[in-house]
DNA sequence: GGCATAAGGTATGACAGAGAACCATTGCTT
DNA sequence: AAGCAATGGTTCTCTGTCATACCTTATGCC
């Protein structure tokens, strides 16, 4: 009878037996670059680094990493320019990105509600982990984020918006939990380019944004996280209204 | 002046410009094979999915793959059976494993509160969504697998303690946040065997554990998250103690 | 004007890994 | 006893990626 576990419990193998490569590898880079971009963390406007140092954070050849640029071109997401001060710089965003319908397959294969739900426990997290070890370098940090999104433009705003939190992410002291609260934002972020910004949620939200660093500040981790988690359900039901 | 965001932001580019593919690739698969051993999914004595299944799992050839299996073989981790109901089977751990120290340097270079804290958020986290929204069906898997645990004889304590907390992860209902979790408590259990199990701090964890389902079967999530939280706070104490 | 420099653009050879086909071994079934 | 089926073991070829070197273009500086 084998102790009753004959069969492979097929429950728990599935966590840990995900592909160890998602793709072609090169997709894999393509997905990093274009969080690059939709974090905002290189502006429109703005230059990334060369594709030399690129290809080398990237562990990549650059060869490979030509190819990803060569899509993000054809999709007029950058532009290209040689010679000495050149390099590859981030388009504004264009009125119709779906275009190719390329990336729009991707949204529809996102889930919706895992990517919610993992984004709550993080920030949550990572507020939390803020709120019991911040350093005079990290309020000062937090600080400047916070005012920089109080300043924004609307069109600036969401990237404004990602910076924060992922200021927030970084000082949690956990590299792996900053990592990969930047993957989840990205997605977050192509989900919301897909429904209206509202200036009442946008106003609502820099409230919850106070709230959650005053609570920082104050040492506060109880505080920190259900401030954020609150902060997080609002965005979680607006996108849920409008994906439903 | 160019907005005065010349020089690129070097702490958040970090947190995306992370390597593609850490290591040779085939080093991620065993990363993955050694998650199925440390988190006890196939315990001693139980054979792993075939060869081609596991390649098909986890994308690699199946040649690849073999290359991962004969690292383990060496190791006196597994063995291999040919025939009809061969297979791979998982070798009981032999006393001294850290005898080529090739396991033994990965070790050293594990971020230890990067883990700890990361775990704990995740977890946190995971305790609440299951509070939030659980179904019967997952009711009657929670109470398995906590009785599994009280029934647990030392030596296989390790393993059923860590297939009550993959369950939890996996209820949460995020799939992200169940990979995650996996990944983290393979390298918690890989800091944990380096370690005395003391029996005390194993009745205390029992207690938390019944407090944690407890408050998850009362749909309390913020009971769910504390108790969480205690129990987080107790391991890691512990393992900041011992490594210190 | 000419040169140095830093960036993108191009070409080539070596190698790791994928995929498929096939062999060898074992135990159950007939 | 014979055959079948499922598994590990082996070998082959082919594609993708890497590493490297070199070419081309644009800008600043002398």
């Known amino acids: 009878m084998a102790g009753g576990a004959g ?3 097929p429950g728990p193998l599935d966590s840990v037996l995900r592909p160890v490569r998602a793709g072609n590898g090169f997709e894999e880079a393509l997905e990093q670059v274009l969080q690059l971009l939709r974090l905002g963390l290189v502006p429109p406007g703005e230059r990334l ?22 899509v993000l071109q054809d999709q007029n997401m950058v532009e290209s320019r040689r010679g000495r001060y050149g390099g590859t710089f981030v388009l504004p965003r ?8 390329e990336l729009r397959r991707r949204i529809a294969a996102v889930d919706v509600e895992d990517t ?10 990572a507020a939390g982990l803020c709120a019991e070890g911040l350093t005079a ?12 999104t109080q300043g924004a433009r609307l069109e600036d705003y969401r990237r404004q918006d990602t910076l924060l939190h992922l200021t927030l992410a970084e000082l949690s002291g956990s590299r792996t939990l900053a990592a990969q609260y930047a993957a989840v934002r990205a997605t977050l972020n192509e989900l919301l380019d897909g ?13 919850q944004h106070a709230a959650v660093v005053e609570a920082v500040l104050d040492r506060d981790p109880d505080a920190a996280r259900e401030m954020t988690r609150e902060h997080c359900g609002g965005t979680a039901a607006l996108l849920r209204g409008f994906l439903a």
């Open 195 to 207: 429904i209206p910004l509202l200036v009442r949620n946008l106003e609502h939200s820099q409230q």
């Open 94 to 101: 264009t009125a119709a990105p779906d275009g190719s319908g």
């Open 7 to 9: 069969d492979p419990p």
């Open 137 to 148: 370098d990290g309020e000062e940090r937090l600080r400047g984020a916070l005012d920089a």
């Open 116 to 125: 919610l739900r993992f984004r709550e426990v993080l920030e949550a997290g």
């Open 49 to 70: 680094p060369s594709e030399r140092e690129l290809s080398q954070h990237l562990r990549i050849s650059r060869v490979t990493l030509r190819e990803v640029l060569k």
